[in-house]
């Protein structure tokens, strides 16, 4: 997809952006009530809200992410959709951890990253959403 055809596919986007903090962790086994749960042949790392976070041995922990979601139906033949994304966060500076659904693509960075990365997304031409709570509530686009 060309690049202006990118900037009209994210004119038509929306960004839902999480009121929750998240923690990632590794550890032997997944975590309950885990966001998303990775399985490889080395770890499970689970991404977790921190305040559902139980006790358990972990053998690694990195708080303060935060999660945006593309409120969006991203087609599994879209070229360049988050090679332009995180370009454009890479440019500011903006580490970022990524999970593709079936459907749609989420990001998550630190807390201290959450309104410049917000910014950079709303400059691309999403539409931002902040969340309250699960019932939410629109907060128009960002400035």
Partial sequence: MRSTELREFFKNGRILVAKESYVIVKSRRACADAFAVVRDR???TSIVEQSKLRRQKFLGIEGDWRLITFDMILPFGLIGFFAHVSGALAREGIP????????????????KDLEPAVKVLAKLGFTVRRLSSPATAPSGKAA
């Fill in 42 to 44: 080395n770890e499970t």
């Fill in 96 to 111: 970022l951890i990524t999970i593709s659904a079936y459907s749609t693509d989420h990001i998550f960075v630190k807390e």
